[in-house]
């Protein structure tokens, strides 16, 4: 792949991680009730009808102390501590389809810890700030981030992992595997992965993104910018730059 040919590649990709962050990067509900656009509106968490809902995705639009902790269970159930507990004016919440959305009112402060319970998350999305922290994610998972948001998952354990950064964002994974690994990043995002066994993994850096994981199988990167990378592990890496950025393979006794 030519380089510029790369550089549109990645542009593409991280407006994908925009659109799926939210419309033009971003998402909020109407507070005031007004508009056509139903999609727009969201409710109360004491307005939400839970009742009988498939939901496997999550969308977040929250402020910097936002914490969303999501749990597996039977059903879906959602509870909120914090600043907005007794104040339902600053978080709305939708379900549309299969994806909750949960989105803080512009320009409302504070901060609140969301507790959800669901039978499985295939998708995490974060437009602007905020926390969401999950104990694991579905054989096929999607994380994107279009600002400074953070993910924080505990262990994977299935096939393929998409994640795409627009921003200063970070994910963190503890620990598991996953066959194969997508991690597109356009600014100064981090990946820090260096328990996750990864088979395969195809990673695009433009800006001054870091990752790390580990694998012995191969490895392919293209950084356009000052992005480090670091696999540990006896993977077979590849790597094409068109900057300063570095890719190292090193062994798995110096992951510390």
């Known amino acids: 792949m030519r380089f510029d040919t790369f550089i549109r590649a990645l542009g593409e990709a991280l407006v994908t991680a925009a ?25 109360p968490l004491g ?23 999501v749990t597996t269970g039977d059903r879906l159930a959602i ?9 339902d004016t600053a978080l709305r919440f939708r379900i549309d389809g299969n994806c909750l959305k949960i989105a803080r009112r512009s320009g409302m ?13 295939r998708r995490i999305a974060i437009s602007g700030g905020g926390t969401v922290e999950a104990e ?13 948001g953070r ?28 066959d194969e690994l997508s991690l597109a990043i356009g600014g100064s995002g981090t990946l820090d992965a260096v328990a996750l066994d990864v088979g395969k993994a195809e990673i695009r850096i ?4 870091k990752a790390q994981f580990a694998s012995d199988g191969e490895v392919t990167a293209r950084i356009g910018g000052s992005g480090d990378i670091v696999v540990h592990g006896a993977a077979r890496c590849s790597l094409k730059a068109g900057g300063s950025g570095r890719l190292r393979c090193v062994p798995r006794e110096r992951a510390a």
């Open 19 to 43: 659109n799926e962050a939210g419309r033009d990067g971003r998402f909020a509900f109407r507070f005031d009730g007004n508009g056509n656009d139903e999609s727009a509106h969201g409710v």
């Open 47 to 69: 307005e939400l009808d839970l009742e009988g809902q498939d939901v496997d995705a999550l969308k977040l639009a929250g402020s910097r102390s936002d914490h969303v902790h």
């Open 79 to 87: 509870r909120v501590e914090g600043d907005d507990d007794d104040d």
């Open 109 to 121: 402060g504070g901060g609140s810890r969301i507790d959800v319970t669901l039978p499985g998350l």
């Open 136 to 148: 694991t994610l579905a054989s096929e998972a999607s994380i994107a981030i279009g600002g400074s």
């Open 151 to 178: 993910v924080s998952v505990a262990k994977l354990a299935g096939h393929s992992l998409s994640a795409k950064i627009g921003g200063a964002g970070d994910i963190a994974i503890g620990g598991g595997s996953v």
């Open 206 to 209: 433009g800006g001054s993104g």
